[in-house]
């Protein structure tokens, strides 16, 4: 049903959309949608689509897709829940949601971010939907692993897991104000047994950065994981070149690590 306000600033035919995709309840539309829905000719589709995108009704997501606002919910729109967007980019769901945007999702942190982090095999893009920041960071195959699928409106979304969230955040721990951050939140997620440890492990012994695998064993380690469950990720750093955690040659050498460390 189509208030009257809404017929009036509308012509019949966008009143006939509106009403459909109201009736649909349908977040995002598609050009497809429209042509079977109303049998339009794509010079008239053009048309209307130019319309409603005027008066922000549809709002442009990528090309040929479209979310739904209608006009009773003002001038700003309806708004878009920021998770729905990634999968539309992806139908061959080779991404998920991570980074700093799940820290907040997962209660890590009572910080907001303003970018939207979406990794997958296939696009490098920074780019503002809906009015939302989104930047898709591409990254190889082999670091695609450690996600989830949750519902959102009927809608299956990829997102990393509390677990793979934490190796993220220390191999990418600028939006929180750098390592030393990233590294409290680490340990006060685990202390409070927050994530699976054993999945931590695993999911650090196949991260492909090798400070990052060093970082995550000897924070496990100066809380007192013990050797045996961290076996998998002493294994998976014992042959490989001494690192520096500290940006400097200056320490003490953790062999077990192949790391050199410091108090600080």
């Not at 998920?96 to 009572?110: A, I, P, R």
């Not at 677990?163 to 929180?176: A, G, M, S």
């Amino acid at each position: 049903m189509v208030s009257n306000n809404t017929s009036k600033t509308l012509g019949p035919i966008e009143t006939n959309i509106v009403a459909r995709l109201s009736y649909e309840k349908k977040a995002f539309v598609t050009v497809e949608d429209l042509d079977r829905w109303f049998n339009l000719l794509p010079e008239n589709r053009k048309q209307f689509v130019f319309r409603l995108k005027k008066k922000n009704i549809l709002i442009p997501i990528k090309r040929g897709v479209y979310a739904f606002s209608p006009l009773e919910a003002g001038p700003e729109g309806s708004g878009v829940d920021e998770l729905l967007i990634p999968p539309l980019f992806f139908p061959k769901k080779n991404y998920y949601v991570g980074y700093s945007t799940m820290l907040n999702y997962y209660g890590f942190t009572e910080q907001l971010f303003q970018t939207v982090y979406v990794l997958n095999t296939s696009r490098w893009m920074e780019k503002i939907i809906c009015g939302i920041s989104y930047k898709f960071v591409r990254i190889p195959e082999n670091r695609l692993y450690g996600s989830e699928i949750i519902k959102i409106k009927d809608v299956d979304v990829n997102i990393s897991s509390k677990e793979r969230t934490l190796i993220d955040l220390l191999y990418f721990n600028k939006p929180v104000g750098g390592i030393i951050s990233a590294v409290k939140i680490f340990t006060e997620v685990v202390k409070n047994n927050q994530c699976d440890i054993k999945k931590v492990i695993e999911y650090a012994a196949r991260f492909s950065n090798i400070t990052t695998r060093k970082r995550v064993g000897l924070i496990l380690e100066g809380i007192g994981v013990p050797d045996i469950i961290l076996k998998p990720l002493i294994k998976s750093v014992k042959k490989t070149a001494v690192s520096s955690l500290n940006g400097t040659r200056q320490g003490t050498l953790n062999k077990k690590w192949m790391a050199i460390v410091n108090d600080s």
